[in-house]
């Protein structure tokens, strides 16, 4: 029996399991000292414990397959086509793992500068701003780290590179069919990076686009999701921002200064107006304090147009301050100054001709009242008008 033992352990199968038992046993010693020393850091730095979390699933299996193809790489790849399938299957696994390790050491200092600079502060801008350049750039390297991965994958089977070759050589108009094909894909890449740079949008931010108001709920890869605001959503592709104009409310600021139109009669006095819009603004708590005017900005031939400009620190407050102006100039105007909606005057005789106020006036004596002139509707000489009044 002994000699049998011996002799088998003698056998490459069994100098194999032993290699393969001693490696896994060293990988779980080497897994045991990382995760305590990363856990100690992760004490310490809130990047370390994110690093812990997020690459825990790939590091489980990064060190047995490292330790098996280091195994495995130690026997000659002529000594058995079994071998030698199993050596590329590993070498296979193991770059995959190492691209999944990549990605989600990414996504955990994505996660650590989005923590460091939350959104749900007051002033947002600068966070906006991080934020916004990290996702879209932790997007971006998520798609090259995953091609390059890809690519050496490719490179590692020598049949793979032969296909390759022998694809570019030959299939050229499949080739320019597909450049034509991944044109958007690289086209919104491309935009992706620009937007994270120049940042003309970034998260958060109050836009109008094809005439819809929302805000900027996410930007991927490709698309950027627009929040309407009666909760809508609007995917927009990345290299839109790009190429077409669009209104950004909170590109440097997110202060306003919001408009209430109002057209009312020329008599309507405008003091008692400026002190009524003025009460509304400082009783009101949405008002920033910085603007506060009435001004007449048009007159035509049957009204005047009034604007009034009042401030606030963001689009939500300013819509609703101007509603509360409206509303409160209004009411203002009907409770005091019922007469100051628009008018329309005519003046209308009885044979369908505007009278003349400029001919000379009949003496009373010398003029006798036709039977014509009789009735509710009669020429300038007795005042009777027909006024018209619409608002």
Known sequence: MTELF???????????????????????????????????????????????????????????????????????????????????????????????????????????????????????????????????????????????????????IPGARQVGTSLLASAGVAGLAIGFAAKPVLSNLIAGLQIALTQPIRLDDVVIIEGEWGRIEEITGTYVVVRIWDERRLVVPLNWFIENPFQNWTRQSAQLIGTVFLKLDYRTPLAPLREELTRLCHESELWDRRVCILQVTDTDEHAMQLRALVSTSDSGRGWDLRCLVREGLIAFIQTHYPDALPRWRGELSRNGQAPDHHAPSVPPAQHSPSPEDEGPLRAHGDGAHATQTGS
């Open 6 to 156: 011996s002799l088998w352990m003698r056998g490459p199968w069994a100098r194999l399991g032993l290699t393969l038992a001693a490696g896994l046993i060293i990988s779980l010693l080497v897994r045991a000292v990382a995760y305590a020393a990363l856990g100690r850091l992760a004490k310490r730095q809130p990047l370390f414990s994110d690093i812990l979390h997020r690459a825990s699933a790939p590091m489980e299996w990064l060190l047995p397959l490292l330790v098996v193809t280091v195994a495995l790489r130690t026997w000659p790849a002529s000594a058995s086509a079994l071998f030698a399938l199993l050596q590329q299957l590993l070498l296979i696994a193991l770059l995959a793992v190492g691209t999944w390790l990549v990605v989600r050491c990414i996504g955990a200092l994505e996660d650590a500068a989005i923590r460091n600079h939350p959104m749900d502060v007051a002033d947002n801008l600068r966070a906006r701003r991080v934020v916004t350049q990290v996702r879209v750039l932790g997007r971006t390297a998520d798609v090259v780290v995953i091609i390059l991965g890809a690519s050496i994958i490719l490179l590692t």
